[in-house]
């Protein structure tokens, strides 16, 4: 099973500063991560596949990088809105499994 | 507009059984794989497991944790998506999302989430 981990656990930032999260697969994903924000009470919401791709509505603000086994997901200017747990999540083929990262808590300082 | 909403959701005894169903209404569902996704209490999302759409065999994968004990199903005709759940156990209690399933080269993401159903498995 490949594992995801997400670093650091919990980041503290302000509103206007940049974000950088990282996310480190145990072995090679390819391009094949996907990241998530979620906000307390609420369902996850798809940011980024294909570990750089913007899903549909989201805001240019938000970018993915990365290959193999590391990735980043960059907020470039925190909008108070973004306050969340970011996950990123991959799919293996064989076996076919999915695995999430355990989360990064984006958090105000 | 895309949208999937749980139900049969509650409280179970362990051993027990429980049937949630997901209803999705504004796209084509049989041309797509749905996936269940599960989250406990104050922690981290966790995969249960995929249908595939019929095109695709309408084959099933599933997490190791819940595989012979938790079986998913669809019918196309009605939109439905289902997870059958068995032999509950304590560990199981969680928020169960249904979710619409993306793919893209070998990858697959999630981009339709439900609002999820608290599923408690307790004596």
Redesign the interface.
């Known amino acids: 099973e490949i594992v995801l981990t997400q670093s650091p656990a919990t980041l503290s930032l302000s509103p206007g500063e940049r974000a950088t999260l990282s996310c480190r697969a145990s072995q090679s994903v390819s391009s094949y991560l996907a990241w998530y924000q979620q906000k307390p009470g609420q369902a996850p919401r798809l940011l980024i596949y294909d570990a750089s791709n913007r899903a549909t509505g989201i805001p240019a603000r938000f970018s993915g990088s990365g290959s193999g086994t590391d990735f980043t997901l960059t907020i470039s200017s925190l909008e108070p809105e973004d306050f969340a747990v970011y996950y990123c999540q991959q799919r293996s083929n064989w076996p076919p499994q999915i695995t999430f990262g355990q989360g990064t808590r984006l958090e105000i300082k | 507009e895309v949208q999937l909403v749980e139900s049969g959701g509650g409280l179970v005894q362990p051993g027990r059984s429980l049937r949630l169903s997901c209803t999705a209404s504004g796209f084509t569902f049989g041309d797509y794989a749905m996936?269940w996704v599960r989250q406990a209490p104050g922690k981290?999302?966790?995969?249960v497991g995929?249908i595939r759409s019929k095109a695709y065999g309408g084959t099933t994968?599933y997490?190791?944790s819940v595989k012979g004990r938790f079986t998913i199903s669809r019918d196309d005709s009605k939109s439905i998506a289902y997870l059958q759940m068995n032999s509950l156990k304590t560990e199981d209690t969680a928020v169960y999302?249904c979710t619409r399933d993306?793919y893209?080269?070998?990858?697959?993401?999630?981009?339709y989430?439900?609002?999820?159903t608290l599923v408690t498995v307790s004596s």
């Open positions: 996936s981290g999302l966790e995969w995929f994968e997490a190791a999302y993306i893209y080269g070998s990858g697959s993401a999630f981009d989430w439900g609002q999820g």
